[in-house]
Each structure stands twice: as C-alpha cells, then as structure tokens.
C-alpha cells in the first residue's frame, strides 16, 4: 500500500520554463511534508520543507503548494536550470509516528537547455 | 557544522557472506539515526531508526540488524547477505529534539552476486 504518490514519474521541460511535480497521501495524520533531490549516486538533499499548517512555502525558486483537504502537495520550481535535472521526492511523517518518514516514489526531472 | 560520514563506498559481496556498513555523524551529539535502504531507481524504505546509544528500532524486517555503539555512530549488519539485499544504503540524521528534518550521508552501493 502507498501511503505517498508522485505524478508525473518523469518530466521534461525546457530551460526557464516552470516544472510541476505532484504529490498526494492517503495518511491524515501526515502533518509535514519534506522534498528531497536526489542526484545519480548521491544521497538525497532536504530541499524544502512544509508543514500542514501552512498552504505555501517559497524558498528562492521553490515553492510549495499544499492543499489539505484533497492531501495533495505539489512543488513549483520557476525559472527550471539544467542543473536541476535530478529525481524529487516527496515524503510525509505523522507527529505521533515516531521518526518514520514515509517517500513517494519519485519525479525524474529533466531540464533541456 | 554536522558532517555525516558511510562506509565503505562501495562492496561487492557474495551471497551467504556477512555485512557490516558504518555511519558516523560529527558536530552534533545525542542526534537521532537512521538507515534507509533505496533500489536502483527506486524509492527510498526506511529500516531502523535510533534515538539514543544502544537503542534501535526495526522498521522492516529484511534480515538486517542495526546497532548504536556510540552516540555518533550507527552500524548495520547481517550475518548472510541475500540477492535481495543489493542496493544503496543510506544514513541519515536528524536533530534529536525535532525528528522531522532528516538529512542524508553519501550512501554505500552493495552489490551481491
């Protein structure tokens, strides 16, 4: 059972365009939600972060955007760079749940130049 | 500044041959550990989990052990490795008194043949 899913699992856009990577959940005790990036053979980097009681978090060209009431999350990257070509993931963890955090099965970004 | 350190990089095992990979977190004391075991292309599973020295919690059982000898350091471990185990391992950290902001070491990649 996945408890986080990401759509689309592969992306491409062009250099400056807007990449729209998409996250639901099933879990409501879900209350933060962290993306990661993952670079080929490298762990993955805390890139931005949200907790459910916020709809939007904006950090430099990433924001994102929460909708509790359909659990859905979706994270805007603006002005997309060659460099941001990496896997994204979105994960969730419940207050109560301990140190669990439970991932989504990715989004492979890819920026053309 | 917290640096986290695995090792080895890489192995190449056998099946039926013992594992033992390392983790060690400097700059920061008394941080909540992870292990987070991750397929080729794949999502990210976490295993364990450890909130202080000698206390470890199993998330999934995949014929794994984990253990806190120190207060930086984390070790996983399995007697008779199985084709299954092969992958990319990953520590992470968090800061004890938030366990919500995980952060990442380097990986190691297993190969069993």
């Known amino acids: 059972q996945q408890q986080v899913r990401q759509s689309p699992q592969s992306l491409t856009v062009w250099e400056g365009e807007t990449a729209i990577l998409n996250c639901s959940y099933e879990?409501?005790?879900?209350?933060?939600f962290p993306w990661y990036q993952q670079f080929p053979g490298e762990g993955p980097a805390l890139l931005i972060s949200?907790?459910?009681?916020?709809d939007k978090k904006e950090d430099g060209r990433f924001t994102i955007f929460f909708n509790k009431r359909e659990k859905k999350l979706s994270l805007h990257i603006t002005d997309s760079q060659p460099g941001d070509s990496a896997t994204y993931f979105c994960a969730a963890s419940a207050r109560d749940a301990g140190a669990k955090l439970t991932f989504g099965g990715g989004t492979r970004l890819t920026v053309r130049p | 500044a917290q640096t986290i350190h695995q090792w080895p990089v890489a192995e190449i095992k056998a099946v039926g041959s013992p594992l033992s990979l390392g983790c060690t977190i400097k700059g920061k004391s008394s941080p909540n550990l992870y292990w987070y075991w991750q397929a080729t292309g794949g999502t990210l599973q976490q295993l364990f989990y450890?909130?202080?020295?000698?206390?470890v919690e199993s998330v999934v059982q995949l014929n794994l052990s984990a253990s806190r000898p120190k207060d930086d350091q984390f070790i996983l471990s399995t007697e008779k490795l199985l084709l299954s185990h092969s992958g990319f391992y990953l520590c992470?950290?968090?800061?004890?008194?938030?366990?919500?902001?995980?952060?990442f070491g380097p990986g190691t990649r297993l190969t069993v043949l």
């Open positions: 879990d409501s005790t879900f209350n933060y």
């Open positions: 450890s909130i202080t020295v000698g206390q």
């Open positions: 992470a950290w968090s800061p004890g008194e938030s366990s919500y902001e995980q952060y």
């Open positions: 949200i907790s459910s009681v916020s």
